[in-house]
T-cell receptor, first 113, second 108 residues
Framework: DAGVIQSPRHEVTEMGQEVTLRCKPI?????LFWYRQTMMRGLELLIY????????DSGMPEDRFSAKMPNASFSTLKIQPSEPRDSAVYFC???????????FGDGTRLSIL | SQELEQSPQSLIVQEGKNLTINCTSSKTLYGLYWYKQKYGEGLIFLMM?????EEKSHEKITAKLDEKKQQSSLHITASQPSHAGIYLC????????FGKGTRLHILP
């Protein structure tokens, strides 16, 4: 079975540009999570969805960040405009229930110059 | 505030030696997860503990949740290079909150 698929794996862009990260969760998983990982702050939950509906976006840093889940098999995390401090590895994960084991994608390594 | 503390932050161990990583919470743990992350990759689920005193094993990795359900330890027996990576514990609150991880290096 395919795991969680994220794209792109690496993204390098200039400050001010729009960045879109994509995620395809495991089929049948009702929960989808977006995380950001940095050396300083570790792994932080940004937002999570249940059945395509955003449930908790309290971890989203600011209005420059937005996330959508138009259907059960696709989600996007968008940063507009991007800033150098957004540089991090962004992970998507999915699970069958909220407290269940989460399956992670390989992440998108984002560098904002 | 950090609700999950992992110790040590990093660990360098000779191949073949045993090691232990700890995860301590300021709250009662109603679900404790252990994940492993290889450098540059995503997290891999290792095991989940829910009951006080519960112990689970996966190959040479054993994790235990103490009776008071506020601390968990992960023990690796006869470490191998393949064990190198970052080990993260996560607690189930309203959602899963992760510790900052323990970086494990295995010397050949």
């Amino acid at each position: 079975d395919a795991g969680v698929i994220q794209s792109p794996r690496h993204e390098v862009t200039e400050m001010g540009q729009e960045v879109t990260l994509r995620c395809k969760p495991i089929s049948g998983h009702d929960y989808l999570f977006w995380y950001r990982q940095t050396m300083m702050r570790g792994l932080e939950l940004l937002i999570y969805f249940n059945n395509n509906v955003p449930i908790d976006d309290s971890g989203m840093p600011e209005d420059r960040f937005s996330a959508k889940m138009p259907n059960a098999s696709f989600s996007t995390l968008k940063i507009q405009p991007s800033e150098p401090r957004d540089s991090a590895v962004y992970f998507c994960a999915s699970s069958t229930y909220k407290g269940g084991a989460q399956h992670f994608g390989d992440g998108t390594r984002l560098s904002i110059l | 505030s950090q609700e999950l503390e992992q110790s040590p932050q990093s660990l360098i161990v000779q191949e073949g030696k045993n090691l232990t990583i700890n995860c301590t919470s300021s709250k009662t743990l109603y679900g404790l997860y252990w994940y492993k992350q290889k450098y540059g990759e995503g997290l891999i689920f290792l095991m989940m503990l829910q009951k006080g005193g519960e112990e689970k094993s996966h190959e040479k990795i054993t994790a235990k949740l103490d009776e008071k359900k506020q601390q968990s330890s992960l023990h690796i027996t006869a470490s191998q290079p393949s064990h190198a990576g970052i080990y993260l514990c996560g607690m189930r609150d309203d959602k899963i909150i992760f510790g900052k991880g323990t970086r494990l290096h295995i010397l050949p």
